[in-house]
């Protein structure tokens, strides 16, 4: 496995163009945050031609959810929703010029195609590892529509936000390829993992 | 007349918030400890390894810092095997176990996930309530808590099938293998998977729920169950699906089944997945 290598968010092609679907990578910068409720939003302002109140160019969008922020941290544990559900808006998103996404599950080929199309990038981060990812956040502030509540747009700092490249530039999914590889192989279940148990 | 013993309303209340509290933060040593020998012995993909020590050092930061280890905290499951000695006073069973999880939720600060309603009115109750309640009547004067905070990533990618009476363990296994290959990364692998046979549709529904619930590593007390929970293992770890999806040879770390008795005429088979935050805590009072 090569070592994992070190992305600064907002993205541009040159970023993009050497990563490659498998590569671990840790980010650093400036995302942004958006779940269901303000793709819809940024689709109706898209269609009709408003400008955002947020710039998408180079970004990076994670969709993360977290849950409320015990007193004293930064925000509480935060993990990533399964992608499908951007899968209808993320097209557009990503012709409007973002580079980026942060998420876990399979996208359509839809995305996948408009990754391609507009060289960016679709990032994993793990599910069940949301005090460990909360850990490499170190400020949220409100971006956009705080009438959504937590689902609203965020802008997050983070530093070395660890992530694997799922879907590259050239359209090679980790999620085909690396199941594929290891597909009748792996060792038989051994006993001694089995009886681990209290 | 037999004798009963009363117990209060709010013991069960505060046995339940209890409950939640630690189930939110910690899970299970036969987890915990299946996950290292998946990282250390099992795991031939690197990227899978990598994987596994991330969550790992979840489970250390989460249970050390008191925080839920996973953003999903959530639909508030509780099974009660209640004592027929047991009289329960000073409020109704199903308000007492929703105070426990209520105040469990917001103390805790986990996140609520409920709407009142999944078609027409998806608002959040706020409270994380109600709970999802499965109560069993049984002799004795004890009365049983186990309650299991679910996320939705391994609910989402469940599945029922009925069996016609010609088929068999093999399209059990066959269910399976389907089912998690269908599923892929969706639920956050490695998984525990629960098999329910037999009954009927909701019984075996309910089967499989409990079956996830297993401690890793326990068999099935019939010989021919237990085979082909270890047979259905090691063919759904060869599907390759790996820790996060990403591609590797731990996908489950362990398969459980349970059986009822079944009509002539169809055997219910449900499929119920668990993801690698297999969350549950147990009391007796
Ligand atoms: S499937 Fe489990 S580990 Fe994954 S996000 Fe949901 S609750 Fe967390």
Excluded at chain 1, 25 to 48: F, K
Aim: glycine share 12%; proline share 7%.
């Amino acid at each position: 496995m090569r070592h994992a290598s070190r992305l600064v968010a907002p993205l541009d092609d040159e970023a993009v163009r050497p990563l490659r679907s498998g590569d671990r990578v840790l980010i650093s910068g400036v995302i942004l945050t958006a779940l269901d409720e303000a793709h819809r939003r940024m689709t109706e302002y898209a269609r009709e031609n408003r400008a955002l109140p947020f710039d998408l160019e180079g970004q990076v969008l994670c969709y993360l959810e977290s849950s409320p922020t015990p007193p004293g941290r930064v925000c509480g544990p935060i993990g990533p929703v399964a992608s499908g559900r951007m899968d209808p808006y993320t097209p557009l998103l990503l012709d409007l010029g973002l580079k980026g996404m942060i998420g876990r599950g399979r996208r359509s080929p839809e995305v996948i195609d408009s990754i391609v199309k507009n060289r960016a990038l679709y990032f994993g981060a793990a599910g069940g590892a949301a005090v460990f990812l909360s850990g490499c956040v170190t400020r949220v502030e409100s971006v956009a529509w705080p009438e959504m509540g937590p689902e609203a747009v965020f802008r997050m700092r983070v530093e070395d936000f660890p992530v694997v490249v799922l879907v590259d530039a050239r359209g090679n999914d980790l999620y085909r390829d690396g199941p594929a590889r290891y597909r009748g192989g792996g060792s038989p279940p051994s006993k001694e993992g089995l009886t681990g148990g209290p | 007349m037999a004798k009963v013993r009363e117990v209060e309303a709010s013991l069960v209340t505060e046995a339940v918030r209890g409950l939640f509290f630690k189930a939110n933060v910690s899970i299970g040593q036969d987890v915990y400890n299946a996950l290292v020998h998946a990282r250390d012995r099992l795991e031939e993909s690197p990227l899978g390894r990598s994987v596994l020590d991330q969550v790992l050092r979840n489970h250390d930061l989460a249970r050390d810092g008191h925080v839920p280890l996973c953003q999903d905290t959530g639909m508030a499951l509780v099974f009660i095997d209640l004592g027929q000695e047991v009289l329960l006073v000073g409020g109704g069973l199903a308000e007492a176990v929703d105070s426990g999880v209520e105040e469990a939720y917001r103390e805790g600060f986990f996140r609520k996930s409920i709407v009142t309603d999944p078609l027409f009115d998806r608002r959040n109750t706020g409270t994380n309530t109600p709970a999802v309640l499965h109560t069993r009547i049984i002799p004795g004067d004890r009365v049983g808590l186990l309650v299991a905070p679910r996320g939705f990533g391994g609910e989402n990618v469940s599945a029922l099938r009925v069996l016609s009476p010609g088929q068999g363990p093999r399209e059990v296994l066959e269910f399976v293998r389907d089912t998690v290959e269908a599923a892929g990364p969706e639920p956050c692998p490695p998984t525990l998977v629960g098999v329910g046979i037999g009954g009927t549709v909701e019984a075996a529904a309910i089967m499989a729920k409990r079956a996830t619930l297993y401690p890793v590593g326990r068999r099935n007390p019939d010989r021919r169950y237990a085979e082909l929970e270890l047979r259905t293992l090691e063919v759904v770890n060869a599907l390759g699906i790996g820790p996060a999806g990403l591609g590797g040879t731990v996908t489950c770390l362990d398969v459980h089944m349970d059986f009822a008795p079944a009509h002539v005429a169809g055997t219910p088979v449900v499929v119920n997945i668990c993801c690698h935050a297999a969350r549950h805590a147990a009391v007796t009072i």
